[in-house]
């Protein structure tokens, strides 16, 4: 939908998402459309910043995502959607394309930042995914100071779950049930990186885990290939394993990033019935945001002067 | 038409009927109990037999329902059920210990018609937690619950939950006293078995393939360390366009290569035989990355391959060609 024609390669490069879903123009008023673009921009420069000045991919995505999780409007972090409980539980994943290293955590309820957390899996321990109390637990052996989980909810977010439970149908005017973040960079040495964080869907089930820390679903990185991180009906994506299908068909098929991501939404995930949108970044710099929902909150920069902020 | 035509035509016709009368699809079972570092030294000839009749008990659990026309679904269930059962293998009861010195099982199975699947990881009180595992496929819109959410979902379905001691046997709790004494979080089994995840893959008489897999995953783990079994690509994986995989080594190379569904992805896109998808992945990636396990499979036509980089892996396959067997080293002892 929007990628640079390919040959035209960036030195380094980074996409932000910060979820899709059904947002009705009509329905966004131009103050709440400033905040999410304001938020977007955030993430977008955090992350390009730190390419530019010659920083890892990995560091790039893990800033991108840790501010999209401190703001409010996203679905993760603080803001993250609730529980049927009322509780905030949530889910991330980073992976290094460089050796294929990945860290992901799935239902923390007291972690600030559950990207770091994920990082931390990664760097620290000998694991690639750690849950729940277990997952905690690792977070204090690692010096994290945990915090309650009404840090977590807003009354947006509380607003939502209420309307859920009355059988009001959710917009997402406040990117909620499919509000999703995630990051995806190329850095200058040629490395990819990948990251992701949610607190899932409204009024969810407690301990429902969906795509996002699942490598190979929901995030996925690989050096020569690409970088991936999905967000949508999460269940579709971790059947289709769809962000390692976008590798792998550009890696044993040969298709051209766009053509892959483009296969995986609109036809496998269509066909399976799932809806969402994906956002990539190839060995080459070239970046491909698409999606199947009406919007998909998202920001493109790289090293060839393209900067933009877009939602339908 | 003339009448000699038509004729030719009817026998033509009653020839190709009878041909496939005779030749009914293939069935197709393959089921693993781990693999790993298991020292060939410390196996003795009792201990041996004993692997080989729980595996052979579940082999024949799954392909009889195959051979009644049942599902395969119902077949990898059958035989996942089977070795959570027994407490020699590293699933439901007899399940490794983690520090804690409690049972943290995870399960996954996938239906490659569809595809659908189910998965749980880190629950405490399952008796089957690939029965929960299929629970979450059919009852709920959810791939994957986790922890005391999962355990939740069971009792809503009138799951039975049983406390933790039914899962811990004294040859579990020896090793993780000796794994807590070593510090070693590690493959290098103290005993036989220690990785031993089971799983199953299997075609039905419809053509479905269906995958699953179940396990405690590593002794002395940290509590809340999720592995492979239960991430649908990684540790299991099915798709009746390609083929059923499901795996079993160090859990985390799995996560990382996608391994089970990387097979399939190599089958479908790069035209490898199965054996030969296997062999890559195996042989090629997970060793390169420093990984070390194996997987059981089969494709659409009924092939089997059960292949690993580790000194052995128990394992068993049976078809509708008249296979039959089990084994658990390289030379097919």
Avoid: W
């Amino acid at each position: 939908m929007h990628s640079k024609p390919s040959g035209s390669a960036n030195r380094y490069a980074i996409a932000i998402h910060g979820g899709a879903g059904a947002v009705p123009r009509a329905m966004l008023s131009e103050q709440r459309e400033q905040r999410y673009r304001a938020g977007l921009e955030a993430a977008l420069d955090g992350g390009f910043a730190l390419l530019e000045r010659g920083g890892s991919s990995l560091d790039a995505v893990s800033a991108a995502v840790r501010i999209l999780e401190d703001d409010p409007s996203f679905n993760a972090g603080h803001g993250a959607a609730l529980t049927r409980d009322g509780a905030a539980e949530l889910d991330a994943a980073i992976m290094d394309g460089r050796q294929l290293r990945a860290g992901a955590v799935a239902s923390v309820r007291h972690v600030r930042n559950p990207i770091e957390l994920a990082r931390r899996v990664m760097e620290k321990s000998r694991h690639v995914l750690l849950v729940g109390a277990g997952a905690e637990e690792f977070a204090l052996e690692e010096n994290f100071a945990l915090v309650p989980n009404r840090y977590f909810r807003t009354v947006e977010r509380q607003e939502q779950l209420e309307c859920e439970q009355r059988g009001q149908r959710v917009s997402d005017l406040v990117p909620s049930s499919q509000g999703t973040v995630g990051a995806v960079a190329l850095d200058g040495d040629g490395n990819l990186a990948a990251a992701t964080s949610t607190g899932g869907m409204t009024n969810k089930r407690p301990g429902r885990v969906g795509d996002s820390p699942i490598i190979g679903a929901g995030t996925y990185a690989k050096n020569g290939v690409c970088a991936v991180s999905a967000t949508g009906h999460g269940e579709y994506f971790i059947r289709a394993v769809a962000a390692h299908h976008v590798c792998a068909a550009v890696e044993y098929r040969g298709l051209d990033l766009q053509q892959a991501v483009h296969e995986m939404l609109h036809e496998i995930l269509a066909a399976l019935g799932g809806d969402g949108g994906l956002i990539a970044v190839g060995r080459d710099g070239q970046i491909v945001m698409d999606f199947s929902t009406e919007g998909m909150f998202r920001g493109a920069r790289d090293s060839g002067g393209r900067r933009e902020i877009a939602i339908y | 038409m003339s009448r000699p035509k038509l004729l030719a035509l009817l026998c033509l016709a009653m020839a190709v009927a009878s041909a496939l009368a005779v030749e009914p699809r293939p069935l197709a079972i393959a089921i693993h109990g781990g693999a790993g570092v298991i020292d060939p030294a410390k196996m003795t000839p009792q201990r041996a037999a004993s692997y080989r009749a729980g595996l052979a008990a579940a082999l024949d659990a799954g392909y009889a329902i195959l051979e009644r026309g049942g599902s395969s679904l119902d077949a990898v269930t059958a035989a996942v059920r089977t070795m959570e059962d027994d407490p020699q293998f590293n699933a439901g009861r007899g399940a490794v210990l983690n520090h804690e010195g409690d049972a943290e099982l995870d399960a996954a199975l996938m239906d490659g018609h569809g595809p659908r699947a189910g998965a749980v990881a880190g629950v405490r009180h399952v008796r089957n937690p690939v029965e929960l595992a299929r629970l979450v496929m059919e009852r709920s819109p959810h791939v994957l619950l986790v922890a005391e959410g999962a355990e939740e979902f069971a009792l809503e379905q009138g799951m039975v939950l049983v406390p933790r001691g039914y899962f811990r046997t004294e040859a579990r709790v020896r090793e993780l006293d000796e794994a807590r004494q070593t510090e070693a979080l590690q493959l290098k089994a103290a005993a036989p078995g220690a990785t031993g995840t089971v799983g199953a893959v299997a075609l039905d008489r419809a053509g479905h393939l269906a995958a699953a897999t179940s396990t405690g995953g590593l002794t002395n783990k940290h509590r809340g360390r999720v592995g492979d079994s239960p991430i649908v690509g990684a540790g299991t994986y099915a798709d009746d366009a390609s083929c059923a995989v499901s795996g079993t080594g160090q859990g985390e190379f799995f996560i990382r290569q996608v391994v089970a569904y990387d097979v399939c992805a190599l089958l479908q896109y790069r035209h490898l035989t199965l054996a030969q998808a296997v062999r890559e992945v195996i042989h090629e990636k997970l060793r390169a990355s420093g990984g070390e396990g194996g997987v059981i499979a089969v494709d659409r036509s009924g092939n089997i391959a059960m292949d690993f980089n580790s000194v052995g892996m128990f394992r068993g396959a049976r078809d509708s060609r008249g296979r039959r067997d089990i084994a658990m080293y390289r030379d097919a002892q």
